[in-house]
């Protein structure tokens, strides 16, 4: 049997499956790519619908997405499309740049889309695909589960067939209890089942596709029930046919260049930590190589696509990704199978969503967001484990409920950045003791049993010395020398320093002077390679002395001890 897995994707990854592929692959590839499009079909309605497109809007993304990806993305299992976070966002870009009618709206979603493309092509040329990763996951967690209740407060009208006003989701919110006194019996029945339907289904049977169920039974309920004729509003008309290749507007979008900057920016933070997640989450799965810039090439490539056939930004869907997994996906083969069932939806049964319910598709859209944006076991994970993490996620959900969704995720990367900068100026400097009866030195304050030497003081530096963190380890030296005043020597433990900088190695070496004026004597212990390779050529060896620096914290303890014996005795240090 020929093992595709194991062999590093090239440019076209889908060349190198095929000539490697076995039959015996075909059915699984084929069921799964007719599996998943059954799947998309209806939540790429629903995404569409959120993001203020047509609907036959979402099905050229899903299209374009998975036929696109399934040739150039290294990840065999993955299917790419719309989802609801980016949807989201594009409806907030909309929304910022003040943008009516649905003409120019999907103009400008396809425009935005377009422009993400474009900056996942830079990320791929300058193999910088790790810049992403700047966006923590509790910022992401938090963002989407606001980004799930601004998504879910716009869609309540829909359910009552009620008029709302308001510029932010509260006020929305507010507006639409207002409104419920006016609200339309047939469609809140509507409404009210399809929920039911939806939910329930995702309860009781998950394994049953809820969406494909909630929209065949709604085409069949305004079919047989003419729920139009009774009030209920319908989609209407979706168009049979095919995308044509279309530019975006382009005076559109530079009326409104920089809210198409920031749109483009986040859709491209949000949409590869997703993806890249899940391509390594499958190809550790099943024993194959992915590549990241390969990933930002085809991500770049399936968004130039969906923008230029009026679609709206695509990533990976791990729940549609899943079942293409559990249902025998071996290679991209499988999602080209679900791009070509799409078309053929588009082709033959796209005139069938015209009658479907607005509250029926409201419906789908809430279950959208909500199973698939709002994570609590991921909040009560970082509740249990990280408080600082979980504070952060509530931050971002409350910032994009009030400020909107493309403001959230602004302040959700101030969040992140403004993290990082802490962490990395802030790098944990535990004193250590040492364990009773052994030679063993660990943290003191992790182990209060540990004798804490009074007349040495061991530091160890948790992280690269360099501008970032120069001052801080300065101050923890200060304040140690000020807070003991039996004290000989430092011993400086360097085995967590992995990195030292030209300001990192001149701070060493006025840390140098500190500790002579204070008569007190530095030593260093357990120095890597590189980091001393720094300090020697910058003098600061030669300044602290060749012969205080140590293999491990036991000898230089000794050594401090010895010499200080030596000092009171007469001698010399």
């Known amino acids: 049997m020929a093992r595709a897995p194991g062999q590093r994707p090239g440019r076209v990854p889908i060349i190198g499956q095929l000539r490697t592929y076995d039959r015996a692959w075909l059915r699984g590839d084929l069921i799964a790519g007719v599996t998943v499009a059954a799947l998309i079909v209806p939540k790429n309605l629903g995404y569409a619908g959120i993001a203020g497109i047509p609907l036959q809007n979402g099905l050229y993304a899903a299209a374009a997405g998975a036929l696109v990806y399934g040739i150039f993305g290294s990840c065999r299992q993955i299917s790419m499309g719309p989802s609801s976070g980016l949807a989201a966002v594009a409806a907030s870009a909309v929304l910022a740049a003040g943008i009516t009618g649905e003409v120019d709206t999907a103009s400008f979603v396809a425009g935005i889309t377009l422009a993400s ?272 993490d979980f504070w952060i996620a509530v931050a971002a959900i409350f910032a994009t409920v009030l400020v909107g969704v493309l403001a959230g995720v602004l302040i959700g990367i101030g969040l992140s950045l403004i993290w990082l900068i802490a962490v990395a100026t802030h790098p944990a400097m535990p004193v250590l003791g040492r364990e009773p009866g052994t030679r063993v030195f660990r943290e003191a304050d992790e182990h209060p049993g540990d004798e804490v030497l009074a007349d040495v003081a061991v530091l160890r530096l948790d992280g690269g010395l360099f501008f970032a963190t120069a001052d801080a380890l300065e101050d923890r030296l200060r304040e140690i020398i000020h807070e003991s005043p039996g004290l000989t020597g430092i011993v400086l433990d360097c085995g967590g320093i992995n990195f030292v900088d030209s300001q990192g190695s001149a701070k060493m070496a006025d840390i140098v002077a500190l500790t002579h004026d204070a008569g007190v004597i530095l030593r260093l212990t357990r120095l890597r390679p590189a980091a001393r390779g720094v300090l020697d050529r910058d003098g600061v060896i030669e300044a602290i002395g060749a012969d205080r620096i140590h293999g491990n914290i036991h000898r230089a303890v000794e050594a401090q001890r010895a010499a200080a014996r030596r000092d009171r005795d007469g001698g010399t240090g």
């Not at 209890?177 to 049977?205: I, N």
């Not at 024993?287 to 090439?297: D, K, V, W």
């Not at 899943?322 to 080209?336: F, V």
């Open 117 to 388: 493309g474009l900056v996942f092509l830079v990320l791929a040329v300058l193999r910088i695909g790790w810049i992403a990763q700047f966006l923590s996951k509790a910022v992401v967690t938090g963002f989407l589960c606001g980004a799930a209740i601004d998504v879910v407060i716009g869609e309540l009208p829909k359910l009552t067939g009620t008029d709302v006003t308001g510029s932010n989701p509260l006020q929305e919110l507010r507006s639409w209890v207002g409104t419920l006194g006016e609200a339309h019996p047939t469609t809140v029945v509507v409404g009210g089942l399809a929920l039911a339907v939806v939910f329930g289904l995702k309860a009781v049977v998950p394994r049953v596709p809820g969406a494909l169920v909630l929209v065949v039974g709604g085409l069949l309920a305004a079919a047989v029930l003419d729920l139009g004729a009774r009030g209920v509003a319908l989609v209407g008309d979706v168009p049979r046919g095919l995308p044509s290749l279309q530019a975006p507007d382009v005076r559109l979008m530079g009326d409104h260049a920089g809210t198409t900057a920031i749109a483009a920016v986040a859709l491209v933070l949000i949409g590869f930590s997703q993806t890249a997640g899940d391509a390594r989450t499958f190809a550790a799965r099943h024993h194959y190589q992915i590549n990241i810039n390969q990933e930002s090439l085809a991500q770049s490539l399936a968004n130039m696509a969906a923008g230029l056939f009026r679609g709206m930004p695509v990533s990976t869907s791990l729940s549609a990704s899943s079942l293409n997994d559990h249902s025998g996906a071996k290679t991209g083969l499988a999602s080209l199978t679900s791009g070509a069932t799409v078309l053929l939806t588009l082709l033959i049964l796209a005139p069938l969503f015209s009658i479907l319910p607005k509250p029926v598709l409201a419906a789908l859209i809430i279950e959208a967001v909500v199973m698939g944006m709002m994570d609590v076991p991921e909040m009560r994970r970082l509740a249990r484990v990280q408080k600082v």
